[in-house]
């Protein structure tokens, strides 16, 4: 299948600090990435869906000001957890999919601690 | 709204013995179903899925799941569990080209 790898995997922050995750497909041309977040022992909730070139969708709840996501390319999408604190302790997993007609690949996520 | 429901959150078998997970779906149309095993502190690795064709989906690691319509079920079957098994499954569904919804998930123990 598919790769897609997910930077970095797990990060340590202070409050107030602002961290970015990198979601990159590498053997093919994502047209859309998606982002999850995961609370332990918890199941994934779908955070926003980004388009190349467009602007994020943000799933309801959750604030676009805080969780910027950037698709500039089809191969990349970022998401920046902007001032950051304990609350948004999470794991954060990406998928890309390269068209509507293929399934979506998963990153193997990035384990955020704010502290 | 579609939705996807795993009613057991914790199943524990003993190692060899058989295992079904069970998973509801509840889409307008058919959905693009999968399931998914994640180990402690990993990202999600695709087990099987179903688009359509052959209700009976075979799997890697030996898993299979069925596909059955009238019960808007898709429960994911192994006929030997392994203790290397133990792990949390998640059932998920979607429409063709969006996102999938994901269900709550099962966490498997495996008794030696």
């Known amino acids: 299948g598919a790769v897609v790898s997910q930077h970095p995997s797990w990060v340590i922050c202070k409050s107030g600090t602002s961290v970015k995750i990198e979601c990159r497909s590498l053997?093919?041309?994502?047209?859309?990435m998606f982002w999850y977040r995961q609370f332990p022992k918890q199941s994934l909730m779908l955070m926003a869906t980004s388009n190349e070139g467009s602007k994020a969708t943000y799933e309801q709840g959750v604030e676009k000001d805080k969780f910027l996501i950037n698709h500039a390319s089809l191969t990349l999408s970022t998401l920046t957890v902007t001032s950051a604190h304990p609350e948004d302790s999470s794991f954060y997993i990406c998928?890309?999919?390269?068209?509507?007609?293929?399934?979506?690949?998963f990153g193997q996520g990035t384990r955020l601690t704010v502290v | 709204a579609q939705s996807v429901t795993q009613p057991d959150i914790h199943i524990t078998v003993s190692e060899g013995a058989s295992l079904e997970l069970r998973c509801n779906y509840s889409?307008?149309?058919?959905?693009?179903l999968f399931w998914y095993v994640q180990s402690p502190g990993q990202g999600l690795q695709l087990l099987l899925k179903y688009f359509s064709g052959d209700t009976l989906v075979q799997g890697i690691k030996g898993f299979e799941a069925e596909f059955k319509r009238s019960q808007s079920s898709f429960n994911l079957r192994k006929p030997s569990v392994h203790w290397s098994d133990a792990a949390e499954y998640f059932c998920a569904g979607g429409n063709a080209g969006n996102m999938l919804t994901f269900g709550g998930g099962t966490r498997l123990m495996v008794k030696p």
């Open positions: 998928s890309a999919r390269q068209d509507m007609n293929t399934e979506a690949f």
């Open positions: 053997d093919f041309q994502a047209t859309t």
């Open positions: 889409y307008g149309a058919t959905p693009y």
